[in-house]
């Protein structure tokens, strides 16, 4: 049973994931900005656990980039690997290490962002690119202030929320 609850609400986690960037884009591009994806992928890490957390940002940028072309390669490699990183960190963070919300939010955030760092420095030469990684990752940060503020804001309220009324699986293992 536990895993059956794990796996519906790994689906739930990963349909928003798809749903939420498409109304972002509806207002006219704003997913760079905002970070929808990035929201549902760190929530499936809080209550799910590393693992779970791990498995939904990885599968999310791939099936949103099979379903609507976006995001498009490259950006949609490094995504995959920063989305990983965040739902894994929240998870280990939150749910493995007992830290407060905000705390595991913030270690994951960090994470997530050094490995984007660590993926564009080992993906673009491979590719073909001329990125510098300190460049890209301050671009991105820069760009997407409004949606780590959204996140902070956001993320530690739903968690708080949702934890009232949900009972989530056991994720110790």
Do not use: C, D, W
Request: a positive charge.
């Amino acid at each position: 049973m536990q895993n059956t609850k794990k796996l519906t609400y790994g689906a739930l986690f990963l349909a928003f994931g798809l749903l939420i960037p498409q109304i972002f884009h509806l207002v006219g591009g704003t997913g760079p900005i905002f970070l929808p994806m990035h929201i549902p992928v760190l929530l499936a890490g809080f209550f799910l656990g590393g693992p779970m957390g791990a498995i939904i940002g990885i599968l999310t940028p791939i099936l949103s980039s099979l379903v609507t072309s976006m995001p498009q390669p490259p950006i949609l490699y490094f995504m995959i690997a920063e989305l990983a990183a965040y739902g894994f960190f929240a998870g280990l963070l939150f749910k493995n290490m007992k830290l407060n919300s905000i705390v595991s939010l913030i270690g994951a955030m960090v994470a997530g962002r050094l490995v984007l760092a660590i993926t564009v420095f080992a993906l673009q030469p491979l590719m073909g690119l001329q990125l510098s990684p300190k460049a890209y990752l301050v671009a991105a940060v820069t760009n997407g202030l409004p949606g780590i503020l959204l996140q902070l804001i956001l993320i530690p309220v739903l968690v708080r929320l949702i934890s009232r009324g949900t009972q989530f699986p056991n994720t110790t293992n």
